[in-house]
């Protein structure tokens, strides 16, 4: 392996292959589950990076249908790396922009689109030097709307759109996915524990859903039982 890379564990026998630059973070993780996909439904996963979030739903059902989309090279070849090892047939990996994907993945067909975007506005806050982590944490390449106007497009009527945001972008992400037919119905926000701030919210809309319904879900807290639950496979391997 090359110099900074190393394989992590993430439950069930699946295994994945990170360095410093391509690596995944609670937020990702919490993503994930909160996507829940039905058994043997075809998902596609943009902006995958080193192919967290395909290979934690692999973890739980080899027989996802699963398209992911990353723009980054370097970081396609070690998600390539990681369904090596693991002996995959059910993930496609496309090196692509996400907002270039006509005649490159099937539109209208997919029951679940997932992202982890950049967090950060294009041109605010400290630029990093790095173009992958300038690309990775800033809307330098894609916006919010590009995500919501690709997941649009793959999905099927009634499908699923999945995303996680800082509560900052609260507004944006609602109003990206309103904007393009991805009516919003389920809400989560994330706290460290009681009394702190929300650091995070996962949002999921219907495509062609009707308007208004938007439920909010109980707070989930990092240091709780059932963050311990949902951490815990990855852990126990990890210590192993």
Known sequence: MAKGERVEPLGNGIRIFVNDMYHFSTDTILLADFA???RGIKAADLGAGCGTIPLLWTRNDSNLDITAVEIQREACELFERSVELNKLENIKIINADLKEL?????????DLVSCNPPYKLGG???RNPDDEKLIARHEESCTIDDVCRAAKNLLQFGGRFVVCQRPERLTDVLTAMRANDLEPKRIRFVQQREGKAPKLFLVEGRRGGKSGGLVTLPTLYIESDEMIKIYGQYKEDYLE
């Open 36 to 38: 829940a996909p039905q």
């Open 124 to 126: 605010t806050g400290v």
């Open 102 to 110: 006509s005649g490159v993945v099937p539109f209208g067909c997919f």
